[in-house]
């Protein structure tokens, strides 16, 4: 794999295992069908570029009103944030992402598959 290729992840396991710490709660142990959660907290760091074709991601940041600022990359195009507690980021599946922050900050993942959305639509 070159430097400019995402990692690609398929299993909750591996995709969570990026991050220093382990999530605080997830939904591995509850055999939900279609869909994941975690809840982490995680010091300043910086992910891999990474991708899934198996999940669409929503992050949801926990942390208040304190700003953290981050760099993203998403789909090849960087951009700086200020996030606070409640603000919201959408990762479609098959696009790559790549994320640093500066602070310690918690945050929860709702990955949803790309499959369940034509299960109940069919």
């Given at each position: 794999?070159s ?25 591995l ?15 300043a ?8 074709p198996?999940?669409h991601?929503i ?20 951009r ?13 599946a ?5 994320a ?11 990955a ?10 069919s």
């Amino acid at each position: 794999m070159s430097p400019e290729e995402p990692l690609i992840f398929t299993t909750e396991e591996t995709a969570l295992g990026v991050y220093p710490r382990p999530p605080i709660l997830t939904s591995l142990e509850t055999n939900w069908d279609g869909f994941g959660l975690a809840y982490m907290c995680q010091p300043a760091f910086a992910t891999p570029e990474m991708a899934t074709p198996r999940w669409h991601g929503i992050c949801i940041f926990t942390h208040g009103d304190r700003i953290i600022h981050a760099q993203r990359k998403l789909d090849g195009k960087k951009r700086l944030d200020a996030v606070a507690g409640g603000n919201i980021v959408v990762n479609p599946a098959n696009v790559s992402q790549q994320a640093t922050w500066y602070e310690e900050g918690d945050f929860i993942i709702l990955a949803m598959e790309t499959q369940i959305y034509r299960f109940y639509h069919s």
